[in-house]
């Protein structure tokens, strides 16, 4: 099951990673994928345990990005990877069944690439985000929507969103949000979770 909401930690955020995490978990983000693109495998992989654990007992799963090694290595029950992270069929083998598996998608072409073991897209970026530099050109709520129409998996909307899109993704077929900035630079990260949360119910 895709919760309507996975938070994607910021490594330049104010807030420290933990306390992002912590906080978007308590608004009720299911999801939280530990991103860092500098950081260390060793550090990496302590952080991910300890994230874990802390966030376990407020209902949310940790999803690794991108580091196929320390998801391995840290039994993490999630993993997204980008399309220039490898070929997902090898990567399911590395990481076995049990690991939930995503994979970012930022055009349609892309589509008919993804194979078999792949359990939901990351569908982006909707919106221009400063979060993500190497991000791909946005497109836009209708190139979300085109996607979303002909994958048979779930499509999580990504890409310089907050609570005011909750209505058009969920329209056009969207599984639910994920984001960055909306809730790391939040004065209230677990409101800015619960705002995000309370939109894409009410929508």
């Given amino acids: 099951m895709i919760p309507p909401l996975c938070f994607i930690t910021d490594a330049h955020a104010p807030h420290d990673v933990i306390a992002q995490a912590l906080a978007a978990a308590r608004g009720g983000a299911g999801w939280v994928q530990l991103r860092d693109k500098t950081l260390p495998d060793a550090d990496f992989a302590a952080l991910a345990r300890r994230l874990m654990a802390e966030l376990a007992p407020l209902g949310a799963q940790l999803v690794i990005n991108d580091r196929v090694e320390v998801a391995r290595e840290t039994g993490a029950p999630g993993l997204h990877i980008g399309q220039g992270d490898g070929d997902p069929t090898a990567i399911r083998r590395r990481i076995g069944p049990g690991v939930v598996l995503g994979l970012s998608i930022e055009a349609e072409a892309q589509l008919a690439a993804v194979p078999e073991g792949v359990d939901y897209l990351g569908v982006g970026p909707v919106h221009a985000t400063g979060s993500k530099p190497d991000a791909a050109p946005p497109i836009g ?57 309370t939109a894409w119910r009410d929508a």
């Avoid at 209708?142 to 996607?147: R, V």
């Avoid at 310089?160 to 990260?189: C, F, P, Y």
């Fill in 141 to 197: 709520i209708a190139g979300f929507a085109a996607i979303a129409a002909r994958s048979p998996l779930p499509c999580l909307a990504i890409g310089g969103l907050t609570a005011r899109d909750a209505a058009a993704i969920k329209a056009a077929g969207g599984a639910g949000l994920a984001v960055i900035s909306a809730i790391s630079r939040a004065g209230d990260m677990a409101g800015a979770a619960r705002s995000l949360l």
